[in-house]
């Protein structure tokens, strides 16, 4: 049975940082492809960035120069590093397993999620 489990949000001031990360129970990690999503209050859920197993990376382009996507295939977890965090940033952000076209298309598993809040 897959298992995401995330961990790292939190209450952050404007300009702060955080680091989530999310450990994948199971053997299937390493062959594929993560991705960190988010959904704010009325809003849908999007891409925030992706990397493939190769370590290849993307990014929503608001976020670009401020988050890393990286992944320890040894450890079973994908991060992601979070600096200069804004208010938009605030949302839940969810990991999932084995996303297509470079994050566009989320696969079937997902973390439970955690919640960033962003004070200005």
């Known amino acids: 049975q897959v298992q995401l489990v995330e961990s790292g949000g939190g209450l952050v001031q404007a300009g702060g940082s955080l680091r989530l990360s999310c450990a994948v129970s199971?053997?299937?990690?390493?062959?594929?492809?993560m991705g960190w999503y988010r959904q704010a209050p009325g809003k849908q859920r999007e891409l925030v960035a992706a990397?493939?197993?190769?370590?290849?990376?993307n990014y929503k382009d608001s976020v670009k120069g401020r988050f890393i996507i990286s992944r320890d295939n040894a450890k079973n977890t994908v991060y992601l590093q979070m600096n200069g965090l804004k208010s938009e940033d605030t949302a839940v952000y969810y990991c999932?397993?084995?996303?297509?076209?470079?994050?566009?298309?989320?696969?079937?598993?997902w973390g439970q999620g955690t919640q960033v809040t962003v004070s200005s």
């Open positions: 999932n397993l084995g996303p297509t076209l470079r994050g566009r298309v989320p696969g079937d598993y």
């Open positions: 199971g053997s299937i990690f390493s062959i594929n492809a």
């Open positions: 990397i493939s197993s190769g370590g290849i990376t």
